[in-house]
């Protein structure tokens, strides 16, 4: 296996007096999806704000494919390969995927938008993640379900030729058909080369689309574990704290 | 990586039926845009042309484009302010004191008109900065803000121009804006350039989009909207240029204020809807937290939205000192609740992100146009008060329903 697109090595992070990262390590390979599970408050937040530079860690080491580097403004992460796509989507409703897809980041010609390669671009990262559910990448994001939503915003970071998404509850808001589909593309995004980090509380959904599994308890990671070597009662029992890993 | 074919469609397939069909479902879905406003000028125009002879002659048909170009150009400038979900009720007292500057300097400093109205332009660019700053980088409610200037601003007229202070434009040029007429050729030009104008964007667009390898919506749509502009701008230049004179000297032709008025509306639509710019304000009316994190810099469009805003304002301005012939110290006052009327009727979203110039236009046209032919049939100024208040009303209902029915209130 090559080398890690991110590893992290003795995170930490604390508001005032509370701790909330007490030393934390570890590792996303491209084209693998890592989930990060834990009880609420066991600190995925606030390594994910870390990760994508809205909340700076205060101590350890962050490489980047191997490099040592400092992600301190979103635009910092962004400009690593670091994408992040929020529970909350943060989608214009009166734009369409197309523009939404390249919000901020405008194909420009002759000092004008140039629509046609933005659509051109936008279709065709849809399709390479085999997005079938839009009826016309012209549609405006009002109309669009929760689980097409999701897909407009994973797509963005494909456009953006992200190294590494991060995706927070990617599947909170859906229904079982569209957190379906979420998934796949889910994993169809890592089989296009792409390191993935979820954080979820659903461990069925866990299961069924991520390789790794890294469980933080109060700070800690107290296990991180190949999803095929492992099962649902060991993981909840990580999460609550009733076991531990050696290591 | 998956290479299973699957093709996206970008809305453009299919016949001008199936196109057709697509707007109605568009329709359906509550993006109505202007459309209730252009029923609302057909069904007046009818209502009024039964009512009162006077409604459909030559000269009056061309005073309400000279009446509605001032309002047009106010709510025009509160578009940009709107589809932030912001709002201006300084616009018109900043197009009072920029004008009261002006006067003041031609009239005090004999000073050059077109230096004194640069001046005058930069007053009210600073007062849109002011505003712009105070709204989105103290955080002082937009309303607020310009309440406290459209209030200040009053005392700022008086000040300038002294109690009762009223100074006559002496300047030909500003007055020929609105009282002066374009040769008969001027008008055909006008079609003409907007014609051409209309073609070549598009089949700029449609070259670029071709190169791409992507579809084109049918050629007929492009047929069909430019011979509109053709036929139904024809018309109306064919009515302005015959003499519509009521004494022996003849008067005919399209007014100077209609191509200033359809150049800027061009401009800033093509700002609006083709620059980087005009894409991010659209955003940060949709969803300010979304396009912060796409990186865009909310509070500088902020501003700049305010001042485009003060600027076209001051432009109304200048239309609305050369139709009644002075400046004085209370212009302005009331003509901006009637330019927020004229953009919501028009079919601009208060909610923002939604909602183009045009639609300015024709929402200024339906006041004016109820203003006008209450005013022929003699009703008192009760009536049309009445009648524009039930009209605003009707269109934020439109608005507001239209908001739930696109589904972002009520979905789950």
């Known amino acids: 296996m090559e080398g890690p697109v991110i590893e992290l090595?003795?995170?930490?992070?604390?508001?005032?007096?509370?701790?909330?990262?007490?030393?934390?390590?570890?590792?996303a390979y491209a084209g693998r999806v890592l989930a990060l599970v834990g009880d609420n408050g066991a600190g995925k937040s606030t390594l994910i704000k870390g990760l994508s530079g809205v909340q700076p860690f205060d101590e350890g080491v962050v490489k980047f494919a191997g490099e040592e580097v400092n992600i301190h403004t979103p635009r910092g992460a962004s400009a690593l390969g670091i994408e992040v796509v929020y529970q909350d989507l943060a989608l214009c409703e009166n734009l369409d995927i197309v523009q939404n897809m390249f919000l901020g980041h405008e194909e420009i010609l002759t000092g004008t938008l140039h629509e046609a390669e933005m659509e051109l671009l936008a279709t065709k990262a849809l399709q390479s993640l085999s997005v079938r559910t839009v009826k016309s990448v012209r549609q405006k994001v009002s109309s669009l379900s929760g689980g097409q939503r999701q897909t407009v915003a994973i797509a963005?970071?494909?456009?953006?030729?992200?190294?590494?998404?991060?995706?927070?509850?990617?599947?909170?808001?859906?229904?079982?058909?569209?957190?379906?589909?979420?998934?796949n593309l889910v994993r169809r995004l890592a089989d296009n080369g792409v390191a993935v980090i979820i954080i979820s509380h659903n461990l069925s959904d866990v299961f069924k689309v991520c390789d790794d599994i890294a469980v933080l308890y109060l700070g800690r990671l107290v296990a991180q574990v190949k999803t095929s070597e492992t099962n649902s009662t060991e993981v909840i029992s990580y999460i609550t704290g009733a076991k531990t890993q050696e290591g | 990586m998956s290479n299973e074919v699957v093709s996206l469609a970008s809305g453009n397939e299919g016949t001008l039926k199936d196109q057709f069909s697509a707007y109605l479902s568009r329709l359906r879905a509550g993006e109505m845009g202007s459309l209730p406003a252009v029923v609302a000028t057909i069904v007046l125009s009818l209502i009024f042309e039964i009512a009162s002879p006077f409604f459909f002659t030559k000269l009056n048909f061309t005073n309400m484009f000279v009446q509605a170009a001032e309002l047009t150009m106010l709510s025009a400038a509160l578009v940009f302010v709107i589809l932030l979900a912001e709002i201006d009720l300084a616009a018109g007292v900043t197009a009072g004191v920029a004008m009261a500057v002006w006067i003041s300097l031609v009239k005090f400093a004999a000073m050059n008109w077109i230096l004194a109205l640069v001046i005058a332009f930069a007053v009210g660019l600073l007062i849109g900065w002011v505003i712009g700053f105070m709204v989105a980088k103290i955080g002082v409610p937009s309303f607020v803000v310009t309440l406290a200037f459209f209030l200040g601003f009053q005392g700022m007229q008086l000040v300038l121009l002294g109690e009762g202070g009223v100074y006559r434009v002496e300047v030909p040029e500003v007055l020929a804006i609105m009282n002066n007429n374009?040769?008969?050729?001027?008008?055909?030009?006008?079609?003409?350039?907007?014609?051409?104008?209309?073609?070549?964007?598009?089949?700029?667009?449609?070259?670029?989009?071709?190169?791409?390898?992507?579809?084109?919506?049918?050629?007929?749509?492009?047929?069909?909207?430019?011979s509109a502009v053709v036929v139904l701008g024809g018309i109306a230049v064919a009515i302005m240029n015959q003499n519509r004179s009521q004494g022996s000297i003849p008067i005919a032709g399209v007014p100077i204020v209609v191509p200033i008025t359809v150049a800027i509306l061009f401009i800033g639509t093509f700002v609006l809807d083709r620059t980087k710019f005009g894409r991010h304000l659209y955003a940060v009316g949709g969803n300010p937290e979304a396009a912060r994190r796409a990186g865009i810099k909310v509070a500088k469009i902020r501003i700049y939205a305010f001042m485009i805003c003060a600027f076209l304002a001051v432009v109304s301005g200048i239309f609305h000192s050369s139709r009644i012939g002075n400046v004085d110290g209370s212009a302005g006052h009331t003509i901006v609740l009637n330019g927020v009327a004229a953009a919501v009727v028009g079919g601009v979203s208060l909610f923002g992100g939604r909602g183009k110039l045009s639609h300015a236009a024709i929402g200024a046209l339906v006041i004016t146009m109820i203003d006008n032919g209450l005013g022929l049939l003699q009703m008192p100024a009760g009536i049309s008060f009445l009648i524009t208040g039930s009209v605003l009303l009707l269109a934020a209902t439109i608005d507001a329903l239209a908001r739930n029915r696109g589904g972002v209130i009520n979905r789950n």
Do not use: C, H, Y
């Not at chain 1, 190294?163 to 379906?180: M, S, Y």
């Not at chain 2, 104008?197 to 007929?220: E, F, H, T």
């Open chain 2, 182 to 226: 374009m040769p008969q050729w001027g008008g055909w030009a006008l079609i003409a350039v907007s014609a051409v104008s209309m073609v070549l964007l598009s089949l700029w667009d449609r070259g670029r989009r071709a190169r791409k390898g992507l579809v084109n919506k049918p050629i007929s749509i492009l047929i069909i909207k430019v």
């Open chain 1, 156 to 183: 963005r970071s494909v456009l953006r030729e992200a190294k590494l998404v991060i995706l927070d509850e990617p599947t909170a808001a859906l229904g079982v058909a569209q957190t379906e589909q979420v998934l």
């Open chain 1, 9 to 27: 090595a003795g995170i930490k992070k604390s508001f005032g007096p509370v701790d909330v990262l007490k030393g934390i390590d570890l590792k």
